[in-house]
């Protein structure tokens, strides 16, 4: 059954699925009477074509965007020994949280969180290579973890039982603190405006330090004292200075930090809601499991270092619903699962074979610089309900029209989506490359590569 809704009536999920991001779950499997949630599972979002362009696009950006800052790049898998989650403390605290199996007579769990294998992956480097390992030392992964979340609040992308975080660890010294938190969350703005064209300003985002209390620790809060009054220290000395540079303002909230380190959670208005993003969390309690005070301390000889989580979207899932959602559809160009749509409008003359030859042509060249197009030929009385549909379902960022007019004067007219509304300009047939050039300069600007992956999506129109 075909069900119509209109755009304000849609939720992310009818977006990633009109997008062909998404299968939808509640969508039944043609011929086996079933619908996909059932083999998926609660709360496994399967993606589907487009999403599979989207999440290597942003994969792409993000791994050379943390490589340009001086992160190294891991890749973890999803399975471990539970004895690993047993070294972190997850299986005593987490254990209701995780998927854990046994095979062979040995327990395995698939991760829940990526800090264990990157510490792991920290301490085989300083084992090896001693005080060679320079400090702050930062390792980022995209990494795909699964969470045994309740199945009521189980819902679409914001709250999935399998998401990929924009994960990074960072093992600092207390010298360098307040310097790393202050370098993450330029990183953070720099991210949400330039590949994601989030409006950055002090009305949009605020800042909430969570901290002990402080006749708590030892108990509530593990650690000493010391360890906890530095640590927010830190946070504090790095949000009064976002604050002087940015005037992006913060609360503190005493009593709300985990219980195993202080942290600081970026708050972002998006669309009409405000949603939690970006986080950067010490952990006083994986620096002893993993026994990174004593090696340091052995190794370097007496430095005091603290190891940071952070994350700057949080999951890759989640940060797509609430995109989707806020804007309606709309993705920006680079990441977009259809980026052209080329239309061959004929006239019902002698000029229909020269229009589709070109409009083609252009659509095969799209395609071969690297980038997601597809073609349709319709006319000049049907193209405006042809564009309807289209921009009612896969929302290309870009589409272009070829008719008569246009091969005439030997170019193409490009109506391209931006801030809101769609702008048209003529090109020359020659200077294909150079619009596709102008709408990555940003991306290009920030995270050193463009992500062209090329496809030929033209049976999605
Ligand atoms: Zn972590």
């Not at 039944?28 to 998926?40: A, S």
């Not at 042509?361 to 030929?377: P, Q, V």
Request: neutral net charge; proline residues 4%; aromatic residues 12%.
């Amino acid at each position: 059954m075909l069900v119509f809704k209109l755009d304000q009536e849609k939720d992310h999920m009818d977006y990633a699925y009109d997008m062909d991001i998404i299968v939808r779950p509640e969508a039944e499997v043609p011929g086996l009477n079933r619908e996909f949630g059932y083999y998926m599972g609660i709360g496994i979002p399967l993606f589907s074509i487009g999403g599979g362009y989207l999440r290597s696009s942003i994969y792409q950006i993000l791994v050379n965007f943390h490589a340009r800052r001086g992160y190294y790049i891991a890749e973890t898998p999803i399975i471990s020994s539970s004895s690993l989650f047993e070294l972190s403390g997850h299986l005593g605290f987490y254990k209701q949280n995780m998927y854990l199996f046994q095979v062979e007579n040995r327990g395995y769990a698939i991760k829940p969180m990526n800090c264990p294998f990157h510490l792991m992956i920290f301490l085989n480097e300083l084992g090896k290579y001693r005080g060679r390992l320079p400090l702050p030392f930062k390792i980022f992964e995209l990494g795909r973890v699964h969470r045994l979340e309740p199945s009521g609040s189980v819902y679409g992308l914001l709250r999935a039982r399998s998401f990929t975080q924009d994960d990074a660890h960072i093992i600092t010294p207390g010298e360098n603190a307040v310097d790393v938190v202050k370098e993450v969350f330029d990183e953070m703005l720099t991210l949400y405006s330039k590949v994601f064209g989030l409006e950055v300003s002090s009305g949009s985002v605020r800042l909430r330090l969570s901290f002990s209390e402080r006749d708590k620790i030892g108990e509530e809060f593990m650690g000493d004292n010391k360890e906890w009054e530095r640590a927010e220290g830190f946070l504090e000395r790095a949000a009064n200075e976002i604050k002087e540079k940015y005037g992006i303002a913060y609360t503190k909230a005493v009593g709300e930090a985990a219980f195993y380190g202080p942290k600081i959670d970026v708050l972002m208005k998006i669309g009409e809601k405000e949603w939690q993003l970006g986080t950067i969390q010490f952990d006083f309690n994986l620096a002893r499991k993993f026994k990174i005070y004593d090696l340091i301390r052995e190794v370097f000889g007496g430095i005091d270092v603290y190891i940071i989580h952070r994350a700057l979207l949080g999951s890759i899932e989640r940060f797509l619903g609430v995109y989707l959602e806020s804007f309606r559809g709309r993705l920006p160009f680079t990441i977009a699962p259809l980026q052209f749509a080329v239309l061959a409008i004929k006239a019902g003359d002698e000029s229909d074979k020269k229009v589709e030859e070109v409009a083609k042509h252009l659509h095969e060249e799209l395609i071969n610089l690297g980038f997601r197009s597809a073609y349709r030929e319709t006319s000049r009385t049907s193209i405006s309900g042809d564009v309807r549909l289209i921009e009612s379902r896969v929302k290309p960022p870009v589409i272009i029209y070829v008719g008569k007019r246009e091969i005439e004067k030997g170019k193409f007219t490009a109506s391209i989506y931006k801030g809101g509304r769609r702008v048209q300009k003529l090109y020359d047939l020659k200077d294909v490359e150079a619009l596709p050039e102008e709408l990555e300069k940003e991306i290009l600007e920030v995270s050193g590569a463009m992500p062209r992956i090329p496809g030929d999506l033209s049976y999605l129109i």
